[in-house]
């Protein structure tokens, strides 16, 4: 059986914002804001080029609570995220989570998580809840 103790302390992977993670997002959403697709209208706005959807990065969260984990007996209680700059096209993202947390008298676990560019600029960061199921 499981336990809250038997997670690691912290947790880090890289994930890459490619063409495949934004089509898949862009057609899966159907949203086609041209922030996000039309290089003109986002260098209008003061942008170097299309800002990658923000969501995708919530997408990054699934696969940390789903596949990195030591268990899969878990379930999101709550999530929060602070988009703190933006996020381009083939960036990768240095994701690392802490556990905050830990209250066995209702088996939940708090992280705390920053997604970084190559730069070390923080792009995003929250705080995500989960509980044993």
């Known amino acids: 059986m499981f336990h809250l103790k ?5 947790y880090s992977h890289v994930f890459v914002v490619n063409e495949t993670v934004y089509e898949s997002f862009q057609k899966g959403t159907g949203d086609y804001n041209p922030l996000h697709c ?11 080029q299309c800002v990658m959807y923000g969501n995708i990065l919530n997408g990054f969260l699934s696969y940390f609570i789903g596949m990195m984990l030591p268990t899969q007996d878990v379930i999101i209680h709550s999530q929060d995220i602070a ?9 990768e993202l240095q994701f690392t989570a802490k556990v905050e947390d830990i209250s066995e008298a209702v088996n939940t676990v708090v992280f705390k998580y920053f ?13 995500i809840q989960i509980g044993l199921i």
Do not use: I, L, T, Y
């Open 6 to 10: 038997d997670f690691d302390r912290e």
């Open 38 to 48: 039309d290089d003109s209208f986002a260098k209008g706005k003061g942008f170097p």
């Open 83 to 91: 988009f703190k700059n933006p996020v381009f096209m083939n960036d």
């Open 115 to 127: 997604f970084r560019n190559a730069a070390n600029k923080v792009v995003a960061k929250g705080h």
